[in-house]
């Protein structure tokens, strides 16, 4: 059965400094591959996604990801974060089935803070 | 264009009772999903469909939860009777399916049982 860990439950960073959350997950197969943003009391916003080609990958609010298939990792990177970047965000892996697009499987999540 | 729409947002019940949640997806989305989201935990899938049919509800616990989507629209999950541990958030998603697994959220009806 394919998961998705993502190691750190809450990362705290400087404004305007690097962001990197670290996601690995576990399939048989290619996987799809998606990053969520959720905020207090939102329903989750894609932030990108991974289906196959170019491994790294662009998503919106500044957002970008690098699938490594040797790790078996898809983390999420942002050059500079803003306070408007605090929230949970959240791995997900997701086959296709052939018949239908399956559900996902989600880590944990990351708790994201920003200090001022 | 509306994206997913759920109702309630917040529903607050004694144990015991019967809760009903409903969902709108996308137009024209035939793929649905409810997943269930624990406190400071990631979604889980409760049950998926294709058009009005369930392919997917290994998750559901079939004792106290049922779900239904009648003519492949609007879907509606119920608990009956709900216990003190369903107190979550019950997210609604849907997809166009396909070869497109891309899945978009509504903003989910967080439950409470007293």
């Known amino acids: 059965a394919q998961s998705v860990t993502q190691p750190d439950i809450h990362i705290t960073v400087s404004e305007g400094a690097s962001l990197e959350l670290r996601c690995n997950y576990s399939y048989g197969a290619t996987p799809y591959l998606f990053w969520y943003v959720q905020s207090p009391g939102q329903g989750l916003q894609l932030l990108l996604k991974y289906f196959s080609g170019d491994t790294l990958v662009q998503g919106i609010k500044g957002f970008e990801a690098e699938f490594k298939r040797s790790q078996s990792s898809f983390n999420l990177r942002k050059p500079s974060v803003h306070w408007s970047d605090a929230a949970e965000y959240f791995c997900a892996v997701g086959p296709y089935s052939g018949g239908g697009a399956d559900g996902l499987t989600f880590g944990k999540g990351t708790h994201l803070i920003i200090q001022p | 264009e509306a994206g997913v729409v759920q109702s309630p947002r917040y529903k607050i019940i004694e144990k015991k009772q019967p809760v009903a949640f409903w969902c709108n997806p996308i137009?024209?989305?035939?793929?649905l999903y409810w997943y269930l989201q624990n406190l400071g935990q990631g979604p889980e899938l409760l049950i998926r469909y294709e058009n009005e049919e369930a392919v997917d509800d290994s998750q559901l616990p079939k004792d106290r939860f049922s779900a239904e989507r009648l003519k492949g629209v609007d879907s509606t999950l119920k608990i009956q009777p709900a216990e003190l541990g369903d107190s979550a958030v019950y997210l609604c998603?849907?997809?166009?399916?396909?070869?497109?697994?891309?899945?978009?959220f509504g903003p989910g009806t967080r439950l409470t049982v007293l």
């Open positions: 137009s024209g989305h035939n793929t």
């Open positions: 998603a849907s997809s166009l399916g396909g070869t497109n697994n891309e899945q978009f």
